[in-house]
């Protein structure tokens, strides 16, 4: 399966300001996804990410506070913008490798960014 | 709507005892159902996932899990934890609309005791 690395693994950050999570495969994958992880709760998607076109926002996320960018089908950024104490989480990317590719329906998580907004 | 169920905030084992960790879902059409694990510090680990087929499906670390459909329910089981079992632990299923969107239940801290 594939190995992603996620930048920075954590950070401690101030109120209003943003900051941008990396994720990057080492492999072509077709699929990317950010997941939040909020303290003690389960995970939520936030966004697919894809590559070439807008990212894919889910119900209750817009791109303005979480801009996604997929240059390329190793590599995807999240910011997080104008943070406030609520966006304390942690944030994980995802892959998969699609349709048709052994280990479709199997995603493959980063270790996780864990931001701590004061 | 597509959802899962994990009934137990925690799940305490005595090392070398058999463990359960509950599962149960409510989905339209076939379900595929996944158990992530998540140690400290770490991202998700795929360990199983049902498609099709047997409903007794083996994963990873030597855990296994039943796919019962009368019942909606599919509990991970481990015949005998041990202390590096101690995770926390998600059941999945994916949604009915999308071809990879997970949903998530709210998890399962499963701590061994020697």
């Known amino acids: 399966s594939a190995v992603i690395s996620q930048k920075p693994s954590r950070d401690i950050c101030q109120r209003g300001t943003s900051l941008t999570i990396q994720c990057q495969v080492d492999?072509?994958?077709?699929?990317m996804f950010w997941y939040r992880q909020q303290p003690g709760q389960s995970l939520t998607l936030i966004a697919t990410?894809?590559?070439?076109?807008?990212?894919?926002?889910e119900s209750g996320f817009v791109i303005d506070k979480f801009p996604i960018s997929r240059p390329n089908l190793t590599f995807s950024t999240l910011t997080v913008s104008n943070m406030s104490p609520e966006d304390s989480s942690i944030y994980l990317c995802?892959?998969?490798?699609?349709?048709?590719?052994?280990?479709?329906?199997?995603?493959?998580f980063g270790a996780g960014s864990r931001l701590t907004v004061l | 709507a597509q959802s899962v169920a994990q009934p137990e905030d925690q799940v305490n084992v005595a090392e070398g005892n058999p463990l359960t960790v509950k599962c149960t879902y409510s989905v339209s059409g076939n379900p595929y159902l996944f158990w992530y694990v998540q140690y400290p510090n770490r991202g998700l680990q795929f360990l199983l996932k049902?498609?099709?087929?047997?409903?007794l499906v083996k994963g990873s670390y030597g855990f296994e899990a039943e796919f019962n459909k009368s019942q909606t329910s599919f509990h991970l089981k481990k015949p005998s934890a041990l202390v590096s079992d101690s995770a926390l632990y998600f059941c999945a299923v994916r949604d009915a609309d999308s071809s990879y969107k997970l949903i998530f239940g709210s998890g399962t801290r499963l701590l061994v005791r020697p």
């Open positions: 049902y498609i099709t087929g047997d409903n």
């Open positions: 995802s892959v998969t490798p699609g349709q048709g590719v052994s280990g479709a329906n199997v995603l493959t």
């Open positions: 492999s072509q994958v077709t699929m």
């Open positions: 990410a894809n590559q070439g076109s807008e990212a894919t926002y």
